[in-house]
């Protein structure tokens, strides 16, 4: 199979990911063969191949927000069938036994496995994940439209669940890409007033159509203090800002993997009963919900598709914001 592989990891602009044959996998006991159909690029792709976070497997096939189609069943899989349309997400496997595990917190187990990080991802033609680990995506989404939900939908799903924000009050999210732009749309379903905090007139234009309420930069101070904010930007030096717009007894949360230094603030910005909580990954019962939450709505995404030998260029637009959109490749 063709495949988009990193050997070592580089900045973008040094075009770290060769196209290669590599060998098809086969699907072992309780996994299922999937032919890529298209796959989301994400900044933690970025991440990854940029070295950013230190990388388990070497080399690696990145790629995280796969839609496919089952080709073949390993031993013991039962719920799919060759032919069905599922989606894969940034979560790929835990222990299963741990108390994490246990309990339906998946995502906290210290012997979790991700996509395109431990194991090879959807920068290819094929791949497996485990049957426990794969999603139906619903049939009013195409291919490419279905990626941005399985990193980012199901990410700010989670993020605005911990956010504990109640219908009729006032949510704010700070940053506007994938996430966001998703959760925005959840939020207002919800009956949330939604204030977006981004620098972007485009993003703020897109947030206004999409149902925010009020939109500004985050240098701005809204004209209510918030309920519950969430922050999308890895950007430290925005956690006292959003404190200082949040409401006693309010609740940020940070949904990035990866965070630049938040900056010494005065105790005052927390004081008042503020919590701040971070968003670790996502559980499979998420994937589920969000996935049919959003086509109920039905969540609207804007997409721009790529051939998959495109991978470097595209994480060097993402690099740069020259994205005008999400965008996913196409094997």
Known sequence: MKAMLLAKTAPVEDRPLSMVEY???????GEILIRVNACGVCH???HTVEGDLPLPVMPLIPGHQ???TVQKLGPGCASVTPGDRVGVTWFFSSCGSCRFCLEKRENLCTSARFTGYHVHGGYAQFMVAPESSVFPVPAVFTDSEATPLLCGGVIGFR???LSEVRPGQNLGLYGFGNSAHV???LAVRKACRVHVFTRSAKHRKLAEDLGAIWVGT???KPP???NSSIIFAPAGNLVPVALAALDRGGTLTLAGITMTMIPEMDYNLIYGERTVRSVAHTTREDARELLRVAGDIPVKTVVDVFPLDQANEVLRMM???ALKAGAALIP
């Open 66 to 68: 796969v839609v496919g």
């Open 44 to 46: 933690t792709d970025l």
């Open 224 to 226: 209510v203090p918030m």
């Open 159 to 161: 993020a605005l669940k």
């Open 23 to 29: 060998p098809q996998p086969e699907p072992q006991r």
């Open 319 to 321: 690099k740069t914001s």
């Open 218 to 220: 985050a240098d701005e």
């Open 183 to 185: 959760v925005v749309q």
